[in-house]
């Protein structure tokens, strides 16, 4: 069993900002500085230090050259790395800035942007010590830069208070911005893992299923030997019904391996059926069997807890025009979310767990109730959502053995369980049991047509089965 996935957050030697991302960011932000300061100086005409300004750009630039040799493209930077790299950024930054202007320069709300790329890619302790490099930066251009260039002799000043304001601003922005853009990067790594958990377990019910082409190949790999098995048995049959003196138990013998080795031979031949040819016992699962297959491992093995489980027909009190109990399509998804969920109301559940199942010709539905303490209101808008658990990490309830779990204490045991089974056309409805009574009612609804089989093929099971008993 593969172990339970967790990703929670950045550790602090984690990093997800590789060398090229950061190279090609910051060969925009050079270009991005070049043009524009070519265009003040030779395009609007404004005297500012050239010079200057071109060599704190191209010690960018050589950065850059330098990043790009000694590291391939693939290179994931340590956190420690790549937050001295974005510190550089925000030091060639300011100083540009206090050539040109200061917080009186328009450009200055780029201190915004090294610290959304940390956010986004960096641990939160990172973040915050460039977010404090970015604001002591702004804090120092408010009042030490030179002069904004403008249009001589006239001379470009603005009052303190409005200085203040664009500080503010860009702090803010700031902030904001960094929050916003780790909480979106969290919950996509979080979406990320919970997804993966979910193939793990997929992937799990796929083995199984490919068991049946394992079980085809030694079918048709034994095919052969038995052929010659029922040969040889009839032969020796034929001469021993021709022979005197021979020991009748003999004869008897050779019949019953004759007979045995043709019985092995039909069941050969149901295992190596085509899946248009399947066995209709196994591909057809009545809404009775669904049930008692998802709760036979807790039913069995928990002893403390009550399960029961109830059918009925007629959704609204009335019997349907068909009362056919409803025949669906055996989905080892469905069995493995209706388990989870059972799983989970026995952990919870005090004294007894119920599942009743209804159905009209409308639609089916199964609702599994239990006597626990009910889903807390805080979560009741969230759970389902990855990682989103009312239990602590790891702490599954020992009666029913739920050891190797994927996602066990995560919160992922439910968002798992709640995907497959609206991958099978069903819709799941949390709700807490009416007053006085306690406990947690989940529900689990399915239009008829979704649930069942085609109808020949579910009669044709049913009376197959009545055939056979």
Same mark, same amino acid.
């Given at each position: ?26 060969? @925009? ?36 050259? +330098?990043?790009?040799?000694?590291? %391939? ?24 800035? /206090? ?42 251009? *408010?009042?030490?830069?030179? !002069?904004?260039?403008?249009? !001589? ?9 409005? &200085? ?6 860009? *702090? ?7 929050? /916003? ?43 052969? %030997? ?71 491992? /807790? ?21 349907? =025009? ?25 952990? @919870?559940?005090? &004294? &007894? ?33 990855? /990682? ?20 066990? +204490?995560?919160?992922?045991?439910? @968002? ?18 009416? =007053? ?10 399915? !239009?008829?047509?979704? @649930? ?18």
């Amino acid at each position: 069993m593969p172990p339970p996935i967790e990703l929670n957050s950045l550790g602090p030697h984690d990093s997800r900002l590789r060398m090229q991302t950061i190279v090609r960011l910051r060969w @925009f932000g050079v270009l991005g500085q070049l043009g524009t300061v070519l265009a003040v100086y030779f395009g609007l005409g404004y005297d500012l230090p050239l010079g200057w300004c071109l060599l704190l750009i191209a010690l960018s630039a050589w950065l850059n050259v +330098g990043l790009r040799v000694l590291y %391939p493209g693939r290179h994931r930077l340590s956190p420690a790395f790549a937050t001295a790299v974005l510190a550089c950024d925000i030091a060639t930054l300011a100083a540009l800035l /206090y050539l040109t202007g200061g917080l009186e320069n328009p450009f200055a709300l780029l201190f915004i942007a090294p610290v959304t790329v940390s956010a986004a890619t960096l641990p939160v302790r990172n973040t915050i010590a460039l977010g404090i490099l970015a604001i002591a930066a702004a804090s120092l251009l *408010v009042a030490f830069h030179m !002069p904004l260039p403008w249009y !001589p002799p006239a001379v470009f000043a603005v009052p303190w208070i409005y &200085k203040a304001g664009v500080w503010t601003a860009i *702090v803010a922005g700031m902030l904001f911005l960094a929050l /916003y853009t780790a909480r979106l990067s969290r919950e996509a790594r979080l979406m990320s893992a919970a997804l993966a958990a979910s193939e793990l377990v997929l992937a799990r019910e796929q083995r199984l299923h490919a068991l049946d082409g394992l079980a085809a190949a030694a079918a048709h790999e034994l095919g052969t %030997p038995l052929a010659t098995i029922a040969l040889v048995t009839k032969e020796l049959e034929r001469e021993v019904s021709s022979a005197s003196g021979m020991a009748p138990h003999i004869a008897e013998d050779i019949t019953l391996l004759r007979s045995q080795a043709e019985r092995c031979r039909d069941i050969l031949r149901k295992l190596t059926r085509s899946p248009g040819e399947q066995d209709p016992h196994h591909v057809s699962l009545p809404l009775t069997q669904l049930i008692q297959e998802a709760a036979l491992p /807790y039913t069995s093995r928990t002893v403390h807890i009550d399960i029961t489980t109830q059918l009925s027909r007629g959704g609204n009190g009335a019997d349907p =025009a068909d009362g056919r109990e409803p025949i669906g399509e055996r989905r080892p998804g469905v069995i493995f979310g209706l388990g989870n969920l059972i799983e989970n109301a026995v952990d @919870f559940a005090r &004294k &007894k767990v119920e599942v009743s199942a209804t159905w009209d010709e409308a639609e089916v539905s199964i609702t599994i109730a239990d006597d626990g303490p009910g889903f807390s209101p805080e979560i009741m808008d969230t759970l389902g959502d990855p /990682y989103v658990t009312t239990r602590p990490s790891g702490s599954r309830s020992g009666a029913v053995g739920n050891a190797g779990r994927v996602g066990a +204490g995560l919160g992922l045991g439910f @968002f798992i369980a709640k995907t497959l089974l609206e991958r099978s056309g069903g819709v799941v409805t949390l709700a807490n049991q009416p =007053a006085p009574a306690t406990g947690a009612v989940v529900k689990i609804t399915w !239009p008829r047509s979704a @649930f069942d089989l085609p109808a020949h093929t579910a009669v044709g099971s049913s009376a197959e089965l009545a055939a056979s008993l």
